[in-house]
């Protein structure tokens, strides 16, 4: 193993990687900001596409921790259409994205900060 000072280098990559405030998807390690309420129940995505791979699942009436939003794939359900995704913690300690179609509140279910 080789050795940074008497640090491996292993623990030096880690903590790096720590200080830098970032998890294994690249994304920012923050408190979540904001909570999200789920009218309905939905597929939590790994991107803001209906394609993209499912990582969890909301449930109606359930609270979410979420970060931000962007703008994404329109999607058109239950009535509605909406293009913007919210980043949302999961309880596995990753992160994904919803469609705000499936939150309460407005578009971005009331998540007012743009990834």
């Known amino acids: 193993m ?3 000072g008497k640090i491996p280098r ?4 880690i903590a790096a990687t720590v200080c830098l405030g970032l998890v294994s998807t690249g ?3 923050l408190a979540a900001p904001y909570t999200v309420w ?3 129940d939905a597929n939590v995505r790994s991107n803001t596409s209906t394609s993209a791979s499912i ?3 909301i449930y109606a009436s359930n609270g979410y921790p979420a970060q931000c939003y962007v703008i994404g794939q329109t999607v058109k359900d239950l009535g509605y259409t909406n293009k913007y995704w919210v980043l949302i913690d999961l309880k596995n300690g990753g992160h994904g994205w919803v469609s705000g179609i499936y939150l309460q509140g ?8 743009e990834c």
């Open 55 to 57: 990582v969890g699942k």
């Open 38 to 40: 789920a009218w309905h």
């Open 2 to 4: 080789k050795v940074i």
């Open 27 to 29: 994304t920012p390690a």
């Open 106 to 113: 407005d578009q971005m279910g009331n998540v007012n900060t």
């Open 10 to 13: 292993a623990i030096a990559m």
